[in-house]
């Protein structure tokens, strides 16, 4: 019941107590108690690792859904390093982590530019007998492509259909992305195109990512069509972008089109 209305510390306090009185306590209680505290304390600065351990001195025993929800905590406080450690003691406790443990490190490593750490983590996932799911190749993938290795994250993107893993619409928003930031648009239209052949549906971002890209190089009316392309699919476009379109049409007298354009900012 504290759980429910986030009376978290006075929760933790009275498991405490409970234990010191010798009461014999269920272990789910410790684990709808982790799971409050990640869901209530500030993820950016609150010391789960220590609360775990003050955890285990009351005997509790932390399994991989445990230390799933740590690690899930730690990552969306962008504690990527603090993430490692998590993956050294459930090792400690023998406890082997799954591809959905791997996923997450992943990310808080990437996301901390520690990419040297994020090759050994992934060959040591493969050593593990784990299959990468196509969330962890991209994780991988996003990684490459911030540390300008286009060309390897589109290996890999191979390398997934080779074991049965399709590339989703995130993956190849990641890989276009990353050649539009290269001036890459020769290949960047040879992904988007791609995407229509093999049945993966663009999404917002993905055409906002080839709208912004066709207006840097002046290509106006490529843009608009995209634009106009996204909504006849009912997507939703950001109005800054629209009016970005709209603007340019208006430079190159285009204004049929921009006077189209301006119902969808209504």
Same mark, same amino acid.
Request: aromatic letters at 8%; hydrophobic letters at 40%.
């Given at each position: 019941?504290?759980?429910?209305?986030?009376?978290?510390?006075?929760?933790?306090?009275?498991?405490?107590?409970?234990?010191?009185?010798?009461?014999?306590?269920?272990?789910?209680?410790?684990?709808?108690?982790?799971?409050?505290?990640?869901?209530?304390?500030?993820?950016?600065?609150?010391?789960?690792?220590?609360?775990?351990?003050?955890?285990?001195?009351?005997?509790?025993?932390?399994?991989?859904?445990?230390?799933?929800?740590?690690?899930?905590?730690?990552?969306?406080?962008?504690?990527?390093?603090?993430?490692?450690?998590?993956?050294?003691?459930?090792?400690?406790?023998?406890?082997?982590?799954?591809?959905?443990?791997?996923?997450?490190?992943?990310?808080?490593?990437?996301?901390?530019?520690?990419?040297?750490?994020?090759?050994?983590?992934?060959?040591?996932?493969?050593?593990?007998?784990?299959?990468?799911?196509v969330y962890t190749y991209n994780v991988y993938i996003?990684?490459?492509?911030?540390?300008?290795?286009?060309?390897?994250?589109?290996?890999?993107?191979?390398?997934?259909?080779?074991?049965?893993?399709?590339?989703?619409?995130? %993956? &190849?928003?990641?890989? *276009? /992305? =990353?050649?539009? $930031?290269?001036?890459?648009?020769?290949? @960047?239209?040879? #992904?988007? +195109? !791609?995407?229509?052949?093999?049945?993966?549906?663009?999404?917002?971002? %993905? &055409?906002?990512?080839? *709208? /912004? =890209?066709?207006? $840097?190089?002046?290509?106006?009316?490529? @843009?608009?069509? #995209?634009? +106009? !392309?996204?909504?006849?699919?009912?997507?939703?476009?950001?109005?800054?972008?629209?009016?970005?379109?709209?603007?340019?049409?208006?430079?190159?007298?285009?204004?049929?089109? @921009?006077?189209? #354009?301006?119902?969808?900012?209504?």
């Amino acid at each position: 019941a504290l759980c429910r209305i986030s009376e978290i510390d006075c929760a933790t306090e009275l498991v405490k107590h409970m234990n010191e009185d010798s009461f014999i306590i269920d272990p789910s209680l410790y684990s709808r108690l982790l799971s409050s505290v990640c869901k209530y304390k500030d993820s950016s600065r609150f010391d789960i690792i220590g609360y775990m351990e003050e955890l285990r001195k009351t005997r509790f025993s932390p399994d991989i859904r445990d230390y799933t929800a740590v690690m899930r905590f730690l990552v969306e406080g962008g504690r990527g390093k603090e993430v490692v450690s998590v993956l050294n003691q459930m090792k400690c406790d023998r406890i082997e982590p799954d591809i959905v443990c791997y996923t997450m490190i992943l990310q808080g490593v990437v996301a901390d530019e520690d990419y040297q750490k994020a090759d050994k983590l992934f060959d040591e996932l493969l050593l593990l007998g784990l299959t990468p799911d196509v969330y962890t190749y991209n994780v991988y993938i996003n990684g490459l492509c911030k540390q300008k290795d286009i060309d390897g994250g589109i290996k890999m993107m191979s390398s997934m259909r080779k074991v049965g893993s399709e590339a989703n619409v995130v %993956t &190849y928003n990641i890989l *276009i /992305k =990353a050649l539009v $930031e290269a001036e890459d648009m020769s290949r @960047a239209k040879s #992904l988007w +195109e !791609e995407m229509e052949r093999n049945g993966v549906d663009r999404n917002s971002h %993905t &055409y906002d990512v080839m *709208i /912004k =890209a066709f207006l $840097e190089v002046d290509e106006v009316v490529s @843009a608009h069509g #995209l634009l +106009e !392309e996204a909504f006849n699919r009912n997507l939703v476009v950001k109005s800054s972008r629209i009016e970005q379109v709209l603007s340019r049409l208006c430079d190159k007298d285009l204004m049929d089109e @921009a006077v189209e #354009l301006i119902a969808h900012l209504v």
